[in-house]
C-alpha cells in the first residue's frame, strides 16, 4: 500500500535517526526480503559501512553508502522502516535488522533499523552504486518524480493523448508519473472532477494542466500529513506513528458514503486498470 507519500515520510525518519551511523551488524531472518541478490551480498555490503544520504524516486528508497554502495528499500504492500532500540522486542515478520553504533540521542546505546513485512513482497537490495541501472532496472525506467522534478503538462499531456487507457491506468503507469498509486490517484482525480474510467485521450488542455497541478499539490498535502494508515495500520513510520492524511480522503474507500465534495453521491466504486477505484458520479465525468 505505501505510496509516494508514505515513503517520503518513511524518507524523512531514516534521514533523522539513522545517517551517519556505522552498522555494526545485520540480520537476515527472511531469504525472501532480500531475494534479489541473496543475504551474502546484503550483510557483506552493509556491515562497517555507513548511510550517508537518504533518497527517493517514486515508491523507491535509496541510501548510499561510504563504501561506495548502496541500500535500496521497496516496501511495496505491507512493508515497513522501523527504529527502536534493541531492548524493544522486534515485531512478527522482522526480516532484516540493521544494528546501527550510538548515536547522540540514543540514551540506551546502538540501535536497530527494522524491516517489518508480513506478506513478503517488499525487499532489501544492497549493490555498488555503479552498477544500479543492471541490478534495479525498474528503477531507471522510472518516470519523473512529482516532488523531486513536478509534473510537466506537456509531457502528461502527450502521454493521455496517445493512449485509448483509462486516465487513472495512465496516472498509475510508474513509467509516467513515478509515486502515485491507487489512492492518490482516486484523490487525484476526484479533485480534477474526472471520472477515473474516461479514456486519456479526451483529457482536455484545461484538466490536463489541472491533472499536473494537483497531482503535486495533494502529494504535498499528504506528506504534510504524514501519508495514509489505513484499517489495516500496516503503514507507519520509523517510529510507529500512524498517517493523518486518511482523514481528508475525499472518495477513496468511501464507497455508498455521501460525496463530500457535491453531498450528493454515492461515491461509487468500480476496478479500473485492476484496481479498485472510488469516485463520484455527480462530481466526475
Known sequence: MPELPEVETVRRGVAARALDRRILSVHVGRERSVRRTGPGPVVAG??????????RHGKW??????????MAVHLRMSGRLLVAAPSVSRPAHTHVVLVLAHGA???DGPTELRFVDPRTFGEVVVY????????LPEVARLGPDPLLHGVDPTRLGEHLAGTARAVKAVLLDQGVIAGVGNIYADEILHRCQ???TRPARVVSHREVDALARITVEVLEQAVAAGG??????QYTGI????????????????????????????VARSVVAGRSSHWCPHCQT
Do not use: M, W
Open 105 to 107: 540521542d540514543d540514551a
Open 228 to 233: 495514509s494508515t489505513l484499517a489495516d495500520t
Open 194 to 196: 474526472i471520472a477515473p
Open 46 to 55: 552493509l556491515t562497517g559501512a555507513r548511510i550517508v544520504g537518504a533518497n
Open 61 to 70: 528508497l535509496l541510501f548510499p553508502l561510504d563504501n561506495g554502495g548502496e
Open 239 to 266: 517510529d510507529g506513528e500512524v498517517g493523518r492524511y486518511q482523514e481528508a480522503h475525499r472518495v477513496y474507500a468511501r464507497t455508498g458514503e455521501s460525496c463530500l465534495t457535491c453531498g450528493k453521491g454515492p
Open 128 to 135: 555498488d552504486a555503479s552498477e544500479r541501472a543492471a541490478v
